[in-house]
């Protein structure tokens, strides 16, 4: 199995707790430049009644303890789902290095489902690799609200 396939299993593994504690399953990990993984983390916006729990934004301020800076620019996002404009902008931000995605998010993704927000012409832009395990992503979704529907 390919590296980024290996790490996107370990983004789903977060995305599964997330839904587990009743959250939308959005899981996330970020990997240092050897490949190490600093940083895991899944939705917490329902648990923490938090706006800005998104599974990104929580990997992001992880890592950034993680490094002992708010710069990740040797580091790559691993992320179940396409980022928000939110979380488009911490990536921004921090400036990772590189970005990697499961499933499109059609309803509000920033990175080329709605916008993308990395050809805006900010002052940094990630390598974007999309559709990485999609198929398993994008049914972890559709699962999910599938349920919630049926209740």
Not at 5 to 29: I, Q, R
């Amino acid at each position: 199995m390919l590296f980024d396939e290996e790490m996107m299993l370990a983004a789903l593994a977060e995305a599964k707790l997330a839904e587990a504690a009743g959250d939308v399953p959005v899981g996330a990990v970020i990997t240092n430049a050897d490949g190490g993984i600093i940083a895991r983390a899944h939705n917490t916006r329902e648990a923490c009644g938090s706006p800005t729990g998104h599974a990104e934004i929580n990997a992001i301020e992880l890592a950034a303890k993680a490094v002992g800076s708010r710069r990740l620019s040797e580091c790559t996002l691993y992320v179940t789902l396409e980022p928000c404009p939110m979380c488009a902008g911490a990536i921004i931000n921090a400036g990772l290095k590189r970005l990697v995605y499961g499933a499109f998010d059609e309803n509000g993704g920033a990175c080329s489902s709605v916008v993308n927000l990395f050809e805006c012409g900010f002052a940094h832009t990630p390598l974007v690799r999309s559709r990485v395990l999609e198929q398993e992503c994008s049914a972890l979704m559709t699962d999910f609200f599938r349920r919630l529907r049926e209740k």
